[in-house]
């Protein structure tokens, strides 16, 4: 039996409002072998994006992982400290978020956002990083990588910003 890299047990994160309890995610269980594809489909508002950042311990107030386990390669990320955390994201797992304008900050240039993760995650200086980050965008098919570097996330497209987005999480060479 192979052993699963993701694992996921019975997770509930719920949100406190006002108006009483959101249970955004209701007990999901599931498994990611390696080498596997799984994808989370459902119709909008159904907790595929909750789901993901549970995954990541990224939920904030007034949302709350209240039950379950979220295990990497057998350890429970739910058990982790935010300092144990920060070496995990990225490194051994990454996350596409939805909205890239909402992910990018609009005063720094994409070059500035894709090589500071870069030289982050695999210790190098700038001029490294800009390699780097010149060759991962050609992997997600986007030409003049030079121009976009130097453009801010408002000046591109919607499908170009979510493959920067790809990028970003590609550049840190997640397992």
Not at 91 to 110: A, E, G, H, W, Y
Not at 122 to 146: P, Q, W, Y
Request: glycine share 8%; charged share 20%; hydrophobic share 40%.
């Amino acid at each position: 039996m192979r052993k699963a890299v993701l694992r996921i047990e019975d997770l509930h994160t719920w949100f406190y409002t006002f108006k009483g309890i959101v249970k955004a995610v209701d007990g999901v269980t599931l498994q990611l072998h390696e080498k596997e594809v799984l994808g989370l489909v459902g119709e909008t508002g159904c907790g595929k994006s909750v789901t993901g950042m549970s995954i990541l311990n990224l939920i904030s107030k007034p949302g709350k992982i209240v039950k379950g386990s979220v295990f990497l390669n057998g350890d429970n990320l739910l058990k982790k400290t935010e300092n144990e955390l920060m070496g995990i994201r990225g490194d051994k797992i990454s996350m596409v978020f939805q909205n890239p304008l909402t992910s990018l900050n609009p005063v720094f240039t994409i070059g500035d956002q894709l090589c500071y993760i870069i030289r982050i995650h695999n210790n190098c200086d700038k001029n490294r990083a800009s390699i780097i980050a010149m060759k991962i965008l050609h992997k997600v098919r986007l030409s003049d990588t030079e121009s976009i570097l130097k453009k801010y996330p408002h000046e591109l497209s919607g499908g170009m910003l979510q493959r920067i987005m790809i990028a970003m999480a590609l550049s840190c060479t997640p397992k």
